[in-house]
């Protein structure tokens, strides 16, 4: 089992950073590949970003491919998304997820475990 919690969302303007948190408990997150998820208002819940357990492996979703990084450090049991070069369309409610398997899956469907979620604003 592996409990998630998402934090560093907020209000920023277009062309701007921020950096997403996710801190996990449950002995379980060194061989669990995490992943990270978005849904914007009146959407389905879209793949973002994931990484395998070690941080060898990373994919991500076009759309945000070259302008966001997904890293992990197991040591402290975290898991971030840095999100440079912001738009509007960006703006969503970002969710951390684990699953049990070690490789880093683009179907929301192969992950267990997720957080509450942390809202992303970008104004134009």
């Known amino acids: 089992q592996v409990h998630l919690v998402e934090s560093g969302g907020g209000l920023v303007q277009a062309g701007g950073s921020l950096r997403l948190s996710c801190a996990a408990s449950g002995r379980t997150f060194d061989s669990s590949a995490m992943g990270w998820f978005r849904q914007a208002p009146g959407k389905e819940r879209e793949f973002v970003a994931a990484v395998n357990w070690n941080g060898g492996v990373t994919n991500y979703a076009h759309s945000v491919k070259g302008r966001f990084t997904i890293s992990r450090s197991n040591v402290n049991k975290m898991v971030f998304l840095q999100m440079n070069n912001l738009t509007p369309e960006d703006t969503a409610v970002y969710y951390c997820?684990?699953?049990?398997?070690?490789?880093?899956?683009?179907?929301?469907?192969?992950?267990?475990?997720w957080g509450q979620g942390t809202l992303v604003t970008v104004s134009s």
């Open positions: 997820a684990g699953r049990s398997g070690d490789t880093a899956e683009y179907s929301r469907d192969k992950y267990d475990y």
